[in-house]
Nanobody, 119 residues
């Protein structure tokens, strides 16, 4: 079974920075894509950023402020968040498209980590 575990959420002042981490564990052959999504109270889940084969994609609201990176050796993905705004307050969830040893393709979600931007 493959699992994703996020860490790094918390309370931060507007204008501050925070780094989220996500590590995939389990019987993994290959990770084709990892990314971050977020859902604020009363809103739909939205794309934050994804990374695959070195290519990155960002949601319009975070471009220029957030940076996604990946450590393939550790099956990990990171999200560096700068210039945080109250509108960035949300539960941030890690997502991975993962191939297991038996060549099954899975889409896996983490449980999420809460980021609160407030003074």
């Amino acid at each position: 079974q493959v699992q994703l575990a996020e860490s790094g959420g918390g309370l931060v002042w507007p204008g501050g920075s925070l780094t989220l981490s996500c590590v995939a564990t389990g019987i993994i052959r290959q990770i084709t894509r990892m990314g971050w999504y977020r859902q604020a109270p009363g809103k739909e889940r939205e794309l934050v950023a994804t990374i695959s084969s070195g290519n990155t994609n960002y949601g319009d609201s975070v471009k220029g402020r957030f940076t996604i990176s990946r450590d393939t050796a550790r099956n990990a993905v990171y999200l560096q968040m700068n210039s945080l705004k109250p509108d960035d307050t949300a539960v941030y969830s890690c997502n991975g498209r993962i191939m297991t040893l038996d060549f099954s393709n899975l889409e896996v979600w983490g449980r999420g980590t809460l980021v609160t931007v407030s003074s």
